[in-house]
T-cell receptor, first 113, second 111 residues
Framework: EPEVTQTPSHQVTQMGQEVILRCVPISNHLYFYWYRQILGQKVEFLVSFYNNEISEKSEIFDDQFSVERPDGSNFTLKIRSTKLEDSAMYFC???????????FGQGTRLTVV | KQEVTQIPAALSVPEGENLVLNCSFTDSAIYNLQWFRQDPGKGLTSLLLIQSSQREQTSGRLNASLDKSSGRSTLYIAASQPGDSATYLCAFNNAGNMLTFGGGTRLMVKP
């Protein structure tokens, strides 16, 4: 069964460093998303991406964040200068078209020290 | 802004019991809602999707309902099993698949 895959599963980084989280969405899906879940808190929307551009973003998704689809399969989230409060589980998701079922990956646990 | 509340926050039941998880929302202008399962430290597994025009969806022992007029959705689990132990999340899509999640109900099914 097709699934969204994310790498790495866990990343530890020093505060101020750049990190790139990687995702491979389901192959025939057109919409891609990033969400995050700080420990003990709700899952929060970060950004949606369609046709090689951002379609929606939340207040959390500030200038420190960027997304890219560098090739036909990968979808990445870059955090330019990590802060302690960026520590969270980051989930990638994809959907075939807008307003249909979203499928999530297993997540990348980011720890900023 | 959509607010989503799930009650109870935690639930412990004996194996075999039928149970209902509740989710309430404030903005009825939704496209759809999804119920997810999350195991500790893991990703989100989609269980059911209900479109705005539907009232319920069923998958195996799971049944989800949607009542937009009252701002509620319920997830019914029949004949619960220890393997059902997980956190269950509801999420509403108001526009563009920007899902707004509830805080989840942590379910423990005891053998």
């Amino acid at each position: 069964e097709p699934e969204v895959t994310q790498t790495p599963s866990h990343q530890v980084t020093q505060m101020g460093q750049e990190v790139i989280l990687r995702c491979v969405p389901i192959s025939n899906h057109l919409y891609f998303y990033w969400y995050r879940q700080i420990l003990g808190q709700k899952v929060e929307f970060l950004v949606s991406f369609y046709n090689n551009e951002i379609s929606e973003k939340s207040e959390i998704f500030d200038d420190q964040f960027s997304v890219e689809r560098p090739d036909g399969s990968n979808f990445t989230l870059k955090i330019r200068s990590t802060k302690l409060e960026d520590s969270a589980m980051y989930f990638c998701a994809s959907s075939r078209v807008m307003n249909t079922e979203a499928f999530f990956g297993q997540g990348t646990r980011l720890t900023v020290v | 802004k959509q607010e989503v509340t799930q009650i109870p926050a935690a639930l412990s039941v004996p194996e075999g019991e039928n149970l209902v998880l509740n989710c309430s929302f404030t903005d009825s202008a939704i496209y759809n809602l999804q119920w997810f399962r999350q195991d500790p430290g893991k990703g989100l597994t989609s269980l059911l999707l209900i479109q705005s025009s539907q009232r319920e969806q069923t998958s195996g022992r799971l049944n989800a309902s949607l009542d937009k007029s009252s701002g509620r959705s319920t997830l019914y689990i029949a004949a619960s099993q220890p393997g059902d132990s997980a956190t269950y999340l509801c999420a509403f899509n108001n526009a563009g698949n920007m899902l707004t999640f509830g805080g989840g109900t942590r379910l423990m099914v005891k053998p």
